[in-house]
């Protein structure tokens, strides 16, 4: 009916109760997130914690809350490059088995394709944690357990299905006339493949492998069970900081490290995230 | 011989296909079909490496499903799973019609309600730690406003069976992701059937019974398959958030692979496929029911 935005007062009460509601649900719980790790002494009942970490900053023998964060034996910052490094090798693997296994989904028929789309998709029906078990006896007798390699593959097992879902998804949405017409021109695979559908899926490629990346970054479960804590991640690195039931300024600060990525991929790429077609 | 060329170059066709879905298929049956086939042994008694081979002997499985602890722990994993499950959809049906009509700042909402979805559970384990804890921002509220004198005293939401921590953590997560799924449904649908209905007199009652939800049905369906298996088979959660023995089955089966005693791992293993089992059941029952109400709605 009508196209351009209109006011937020265009939905009704409730609904506008509810986004509210869920948006505050959603972001307020890092504002004491922050404030625990800026905070020194935080007692019970301070809205506000007593004494700061800036105030006792050039006290303390030892680093404190960001400092500790920031220093060396946090291992912060191997975390990071671990994660990172780790995201990126998960992507460019995952792209490269499913890209051309996306394409004959997407434009051929044949038996067995039913059961071949069920097969990609258990990963994701299958609990994580029999499939982490299972695997780390595997990679132990293989010697890949608390290996890079071994997580790289692990890491394979979640990002497959969503990978191959929105790949498909994009060469289903272009149809293969564009490449028909290279052909009859005279155009050779590998020119039809870089010159003609490269650029037309690209959009849907990035997508998906920003969407690999994130599900590689926030992997805890079988980076923890393959890594055997000998590779440590950010969720690791956090887990190992919060597993007692208690969190301190460094684990606070450690919260808000990992969350760093998810952020900047958030801001710099709504518009891929929201167009990817999650729902087949 | 123009019909052999043809046919030849079909063949060449077919087996390219092959060879580009072939990767694909190694890693998952290497993979996926290896750990479950290495699964299915162990639990059975197939641990050569560690000098065990019983196979094949239920013993696993019978010291497993006749202790009361191993149905007290299904019991919490499901619950956990449906509980968050159900909550989530709760939340994130509305939430995506609310979001699905463009209004000035619904595109800012929709990114700021994302954001669980681009960051580790054990984020939202943090944040459930500093809000909900006894010491957490709740509780000193609650002190601020001479509701309790003492953090014993404020109501315990971590650390029981209730999990309401853990049902929080996983609600927090999994309603960016229900909703996004929801979101693209309804995006693809477009708008021209809710105003069909609106123009032949239906209320809004009506319009989300008889349109909207049949509608989102495929998306409910897939979403909830997804978060289900993961609830029940998340493990960071109810060790950190939940009330301890009896664990959910993830943390149990981890408890038996880290026992010094080897010949535990088999018994871990026993949990961990009585795990997929019970996942695998759950999920043919609710392809079936789903099969049905499609049927009856004429569209399979």
Same mark, same amino acid.
């Given at each position: 009916?009508?196209?351009?935005?209109?006011?937020?007062?265009? &939905?009704?009460?409730?609904?506008?109760?509810?986004?509210?509601?869920?948006?505050?649900?959603?972001?307020?719980?890092?504002?004491?997130?922050?404030?625990?790790?800026?905070?020194?002494?935080?007692?019970?009942?301070?809205?506000?914690?007593?004494?700061?970490?800036?105030?006792?900053?050039?006290?303390?023998?030892?680093?404190?809350?960001?400092?500790?964060?920031?220093?060396?034996?946090?291992?912060?910052?191997?975390?990071?490059?671990?994660?990172?490094?780790?995201? &990126?090798?998960?992507?460019?693997?995952?792209?490269?088995?499913?890209?051309?296994?996306?394409?004959?989904?997407?434009?051929?028929?044949?038996?067995?394709?039913?059961?071949?789309?069920?097969?990609?998709?258990?990963?994701?029906?299958?609990?994580?944690?029999?499939?982490?078990?299972?695997?780390?006896?595997?990679?132990?007798?293989?010697?890949?357990?608390?290996?890079?390699?071994?997580?790289?593959?692990?890491?394979?097992?979640?990002?497959?299905?969503?990978?191959?879902?929105?790949?498909?998804?994009?060469?289903?949405?272009?149809?293969?006339?564009?490449?028909?017409?290279?052909?009859?021109?005279?155009?050779?695979?590998?020119?039809?493949?870089?010159?003609?559908?490269?650029?037309?899926?690209?959009?849907?490629?990035?997508?998906?492998?920003?969407?690999?990346?994130?599900?590689?970054?926030?992997?805890?479960?079988?980076?923890?069970?393959?890594?055997?804590?000998? &590779?440590?991640?950010?969720?690791?690195?956090?887990?190992?900081?919060?597993?007692?039931?208690?969190?301190?300024?460094?684990?606070?600060?450690?919260?808000?490290?990992?969350?760093?990525?998810?952020?900047i991929l958030l801001i710099f790429t709504d518009r891929f995230i929201r167009s990817y077609p999650l729902a087949e | 011989m123009k019909t052999?060329?043809?046919?030849?170059?079909?063949?060449?066709?077919?087996?390219?296909?092959?060879?580009?879905?072939?990767?694909?298929?190694?890693?998952?049956?290497?993979?996926?079909?290896?750990?479950?086939?290495?699964?299915?042994?162990?639990?059975?008694?197939?641990?050569?490496?560690?000098?065990?081979?019983?196979?094949?002997?239920?013993?696993?499985?019978?010291?497993?499903?006749?202790?009361?602890?191993?149905?007290?722990?299904?019991?919490?994993?499901?619950?956990?799973?449906?509980?968050?499950?159900?909550?989530?959809?709760?939340?994130?049906?509305?939430?995506?019609?609310?979001?699905?009509?463009?209004?000035?700042?619904?595109?800012?909402?929709a990114a700021l309600i994302r954001l669980p979805l681009m960051v580790p559970y054990t984020v939202g384990i943090a944040l459930a730690l500093?809000?909900?804890?006894?010491?957490?921002?709740?509780?000193?509220?609650?002190?601020?406003?001479?509701?309790?004198?003492?953090?014993?005293?404020?109501?315990?939401?971590?650390?029981?069976?209730?999990?309401?921590?853990?049902?929080?953590?996983?609600?927090?997560?999994?309603?960016?992701?229900?909703?996004?799924?929801?979101?693209?449904?309804?995006?693809?649908?477009?708008?021209?059937?809710?105003?069909?209905?609106?123009?032949?007199g239906a209320n809004s009652r009506q319009i989300f019974w008889r349109v909207t939800l049949p509608q989102i049905m495929p998306g409910i369906?897939?979403?909830?398959?997804?978060?289900?298996?993961?609830?029940?088979?998340?493990?960071?959660?109810?060790?950190?958030?939940?009330?301890?023995?009896?664990?959910?089955?993830?943390?149990?089966?981890?408890?038996?692979?880290?026992?010094?005693?080897?010949?535990?791992?088999?018994?871990?293993?026993?949990?961990?496929?009585?795990?997929?089992?019970?996942?695998?059941?759950?999920?043919?029952?609710?392809?079936?029911?789903?099969?049905?109400?499609?049927?009856?709605?004429?569209?399979?």
């Amino acid at each position: 009916m009508i196209s351009s935005p209109r006011d937020i007062k265009s &939905i009704s009460p409730w609904q506008r109760l509810l986004v509210l509601a869920m948006a505050t649900f959603t972001i307020a719980p890092f504002a004491p997130l922050i404030i625990q790790s800026l905070a020194f002494r935080w007692a019970w009942p301070n809205i506000l914690p007593t004494v700061w970490w800036h105030e006792q900053r050039e006290r303390s023998p030892f680093p404190l809350a960001w400092d500790y964060v920031f220093s060396p034996s946090s291992r912060v910052a191997e975390a990071t490059i671990n994660t990172l490094g780790i995201g &990126i090798a998960v992507t460019l693997l995952c792209l490269l088995i499913c890209l051309p296994a996306a394409r004959v989904l997407a434009q051929r028929n044949f038996r067995g394709k039913n059961q071949l789309e069920f097969l990609i998709a258990l990963p994701l029906l299958i609990p994580e944690a029999a499939i982490g078990i299972a695997l780390l006896m595997i990679f132990i007798a293989l010697g890949l357990s608390g290996t890079y390699a071994g997580v790289i593959v692990v890491h394979l097992i979640p990002t497959i299905p969503y990978m191959v879902r929105m790949l498909t998804a994009v060469y289903q949405g272009h149809g293969t006339e564009a490449e028909d017409h290279a052909r009859v021109l005279g155009a050779n695979r590998r020119q039809i493949f870089f010159r003609v559908t490269l650029p037309m899926i690209l959009p849907g490629v990035i997508a998906g492998c920003l969407f690999t990346f994130l599900v590689s970054t926030n992997l805890f479960l079988l980076t923890f069970f393959i890594g055997q804590g000998q &590779i440590i991640t950010l969720p690791t690195l956090l887990f190992a900081k919060i597993s007692g039931g208690a969190l301190d300024a460094t684990g606070a600060g450690i919260a808000l490290i990992a969350s760093v990525p998810g952020i900047i991929l958030l801001i710099f790429t709504d518009r891929f995230i929201r167009s990817y077609p999650l729902a087949e | 011989m123009k019909t052999n060329r043809t046919a030849s170059l079909a063949l060449m066709q077919n087996l390219r296909d092959v060879a580009e879905v072939m990767p694909l298929l190694v890693v998952l049956l290497g993979l996926f079909g290896g750990a479950v086939v290495l699964g299915i042994l162990q639990s059975f008694g197939y641990a050569p490496w560690f000098g065990i081979n019983e196979f094949p002997t239920t013993r696993y499985f019978e010291r497993l499903w006749f202790s009361s602890d191993f149905w007290a722990s299904l019991g919490l994993t499901l619950y956990y799973g449906f509980a968050a499950t159900l909550i989530g959809f709760v939340i994130s049906i509305p939430l995506s019609i609310a979001l699905s009509k463009k209004f000035r700042a619904s595109r800012t909402f929709a990114a700021l309600i994302r954001l669980p979805l681009m960051v580790p559970y054990t984020v939202g384990i943090a944040l459930a730690l500093v809000m909900l804890g006894n010491g957490g921002l709740l509780s000193r509220i609650s002190a601020g406003l001479g509701l309790i004198d003492d953090p014993a005293q404020f109501v315990q939401i971590l650390k029981t069976h209730w999990g309401c921590g853990i049902i929080a953590v996983y609600v927090w997560k999994q309603v960016p992701f229900m909703t996004l799924t929801l979101s693209a449904v309804l995006a693809r649908k477009g708008e021209d059937t809710v105003e069909a209905a609106m123009v032949l007199g239906a209320n809004s009652r009506q319009i989300f019974w008889r349109v909207t939800l049949p509608q989102i049905m495929p998306g409910i369906v897939s979403a909830s398959l997804i978060c289900f298996a993961f609830n029940i088979g998340a493990f960071e959660a109810p060790l950190i958030l939940g009330g301890g023995y009896p664990d959910t089955l993830p943390v149990l089966a981890w408890r038996y692979f880290q026992d010094a005693n080897y010949a535990f791992q088999l018994q871990g293993m026993a949990v961990v496929v009585s795990l997929a089992l019970v996942s695998g059941i759950f999920l043919a029952a609710y392809l079936l029911g789903y099969r049905r109400y499609e049927r009856a709605r004429g569209r399979v």
